[in-house]
Nanobody
Framework: QLQASGGGLVQAGGSLRLSCAAS????????MGWFRQAPGKEREFVAA????????GHTDSVKGRFTISRDNAKNTVYLQMNSLKPEDTAVYYC???????????????WGQGTLVTVSS
């Protein structure tokens, strides 16, 4: 089970940190990802991180602004979002998959979304 939190309303240029808490004792064996879906648009990949946290990937539109990280002792993955833009407004979802490929594909488990609204 995945539980995302940390969304809210922020002005452009501001920051938010999203968290996603996972249940279970094998958290470190899962690739974790963040996705987002803006109103009227398809869901898109944002970032992913390997089980150990040593490998990460971010979509081009957030590189240099967003950072994915994880704390396996707390069964939690984070998305630090800086320099937020109005176009970052979306519902953000965390997801998990078993394996080693840090890619946008084939996620098996999904949390409920958390809404991020960036005002101009």
């Amino acid at each position: 089970q995945l539980q995302a939190s940390g969304g809210g309303l922020v002005q452009a240029g501001g920051s938010l940190r999203l968290s996603c808490a996972a249940s279970g004792r094998t958290f470190s064996t899962y690739i974790m990802g963040w996705f987002r879906q803006a109103p009227g648009k398809e869901r898109e990949f944002v970032a992913a991180i390997s089980g150990s946290g040593s490998i990460t990937g971010h979509t081009d539109s957030v590189k240099g602004r967003f950072t994915i990280s994880r704390d396996n002792a707390k069964n939690t993955v984070y998305l630090q979002m800086n320099s937020l833009k109005p176009e970052d407004t979306a519902v953000y979802y965390c997801a998990a998959k078993f394996g080693v490929e840090v890619t946008p594909y084939n996620y098996e488990y999904w949390g409920q979304g958390t809404l991020v609204t960036v005002s101009s």
